[in-house]
Nanobody, 116 residues
């Protein structure tokens, strides 16, 4: 089993920044893909960003140029740096991980709220 623990959410004004961290523990030897999803009230969960094998990154169009995902393999940590935040970024953000895609294991979620 793999456990994912997120931290770093909070309330910020529009234009501000937040940094989300996710630490993976347990049977992590096969974890090649990690990512962040978000779910706003009344909306479906969506992929925000992912990193595969610590190198290949992918971003939702809505966050390109504002968010950066990175993985520290030695620390089993994935970071989501969020800059130029907008009210529409308000959501619960979930860390996820898996062998091929970040879909097998999930964190408990952390709230990000952006005020206008």
């Amino acid at each position: 089993q793999v456990r994912l623990v997120e931290s770093g959410g909070g309330l910020v004004q529009a234009g501000g920044s937040l940094r989300l961290s996710c630490v993976a523990s347990g049977f992590i030897s096969n974890i090649n893909a990690m990512g962040w999803y978000r779910q706003a009230p009344g909306k479906q969960r969506e992929l925000v960003a992912s990193v595969i094998s610590g190198i290949s990154t992918n971003y939702a169009d809505s966050v390109k140029g504002r968010f950066t995902i990175s993985r520290d393999g030695a620390k089993n940590t994935v970071i989501l740096q969020m800059n130029s935040l907008k009210p529409e970024d308000t959501a619960v953000y979930y860390c996820a991980a898996g062998r091929i895609a970040p879909t097998a294991y999930w964190g408990q979620g952390t709230q990000v709220s952006v005020s206008s």
